[in-house]
């Protein structure tokens, strides 16, 4: 499951992120009670069957004193923690705590300094500051993974940022994400085809020795992980989905319930969420993100589709 200590950015300079980046008032969090929030949490977990917390959007280190405290006061043999991350913010403080409590980092990079720069509007010392923070991380072992965004105007360098980053790395295993709602063209999705076709033939030959996560991801709404989320007001909804700017009005309709509300409020409405309440849920989402991007949205699932493709042959 997601938790979202704050949906500020400390960059905010990604072209391709749709994040609404404001917090919203949140009593809950400015009074956390541990021990309440303990109780409400294992009752997701229980439901989910989900161990996993993973502290995302938009830079949980904004926010790292917060993390300090849930993670500090969880049963870690209950639990394993991930954060995504920029890496900006890291210090070495943080990682004696990472490496304390084996925390997992997810690192948002997309490689050469070229790319890297482009997608993210980054100066070119913050992108070299990047790569001099994930060696650090390295130093320290800390366990992590690279989220790799590709986009239209980089998929013909997909292949060479892969190649760039096997030699660079020791634990080599990715999140690549085509990213969506940037008007991918049947030129630009035949390139994405061309450099995955080269991609397999790369790793069938061990050219490159690397490991996609997404195989291990099942996602049923399109383009969207369909995985618990506790926004940063301590609302709680069933898809990744409710953080975008175009779906702001629309995620109260598919609210889980409230960590602001009393155990036996959430008990409840936990209990009430069952399979055909998910399948309504995640029907509606589709429906809504047909509709708003309707002159879009058959070239983003064929991205997807043409991803799908090329790991199912890996």
Do not use: A, G
């Not at 990047?130 to 992590?144: A, M, P, S, V």
């Not at 013909?156 to 634990?171: E, P, S, V």
């Amino acid at each position: 499951m997601i938790i979202v200590p704050t949906r500020v950015c400390n960059t905010d300079k990604c072209w391709y992120c749709w994040v609404l980046k404001k917090d919203f008032e949140n009593i809950y969090f400015k009074n956390l009670n541990i021990l309440d929030f303990k109780n409400k949490l294992e009752l997701l977990t229980e439901k989910t069957n989900d161990n996993e917390i993973r502290f995302f959007w938009w830079e949980p280190f904004l926010k790292f004193e917060i993390i300090k405290e849930i993670i500090s006061w969880l049963d870690n043999d209950k639990y394993n923690y991930t954060i995504n991350t920029n890496l900006s913010l890291i210090k070495d403080d943080y990682l004696v705590f990472l490496k304390k409590y084996n925390i997992k980092l997810i690192i948002s990079c997309n490689w050469d300094l070229y790319s890297h720069c482009l997608t993210r509007s980054l100066e070119k010392e913050k992108t070299i500051l990047l790569y001099q923070n994930i060696e650090k991380i390295i130093k320290y072992w800390i366990r992590y993974q690279i989220n790799i965004v590709t986009t239209p105007k980089i998929v013909d360098r997909l292949r060479k940022n892969l190649h760039f980053i096997n030699r660079r790395l020791w634990w080599k295993i990715f999140n690549l994400l085509p990213v969506n709602y940037n008007w991918w063209t049947n030129e630009w999705l035949l390139e994405f085809k061309n450099q995955l076709s080269e991609i397999e033939k790369d790793i069938k030959n061990w050219d490159l020795n690397i490991h996609f996560i997404n195989k291990d991801v099942n996602n049923k709404v399109s383009l969207f992980n369909s995985e618990i989320i506790i926004d940063s007001d301590w609302k709680i909804y069933p898809n990744m989905v409710i953080i975008e700017k175009f779906f702001e009005v629309e995620k109260k309709k598919i609210q889980i319930t409230d960590f602001n509300k009393t155990y036996t409020e959430i008990q409840k409405n936990i209990n009430n969420y069952d399979t055909e309440t998910q399948i309504i849920y995640e029907n509606y989402i589709n429906k809504v993100l047909n509709k708003k991007f309707e002159d879009i949205i058959e070239n983003d699932n064929e991205s997807s589709e043409i991803f799908s493709d090329f790991l199912s042959k890996i």
